[in-house]
């Protein structure tokens, strides 16, 4: 079974850094497209970063952008969002997904594999 695991969340003070990792397991052939979403309580999921293997493109959420990096270590099967300049608001549930098409890069139905997701939770 294909198996995506998200590890680096924490607690940490505003202006802090993380760093999430996602590592695939459990298939041969690799999906094309990754994506780290979150979700805040009570509110929709969210897309924060996209990367495409192939074309090498990335995406970032208007929110983030200038603050967290988005990568892949094909070799390792591990995704990267490093995080930095922390704000409270980037408080949430942090998820990891994989698809094989390409599409509107935060659309849910585009990613046929989820993480059960990491906490990161930052203070004022």
């Known amino acids: 079974q294909v198996q995506l695991v998200e590890s680096g969340g924490g607690s940490v003070q505003a202006g802090g850094s993380l760093r999430l990792s996602c590592v695939a397991s459990?298939?041969?052939?690799?999906?094309?497209?990754w994506a780290w979403f979150r979700q805040a309580p009570g509110k929709e999921r969210e897309g924060v970063a996209n990367i495409g293997i192939v074309g090498g493109r990335t995406y970032y959420a208007d929110s983030v952008k200038g603050r967290f990096t988005i990568s892949k270590d094909n070799a390792k099967n591990t995704m990267y969002l490093q995080m930095s300049s922390l704000k409270p608001e980037d408080t949430a549930m942090y998820y990891c997904a994989a698809g094989f098409r390409g599409g509107a890069v935060f659309s849910r139905g585009l990613y046929d594999y989820w993480g059960s997701g990491t906490q990161v939770t930052v203070s004022s």
């Open positions: 459990g298939y041969t052939i690799s999906p094309n497209y």
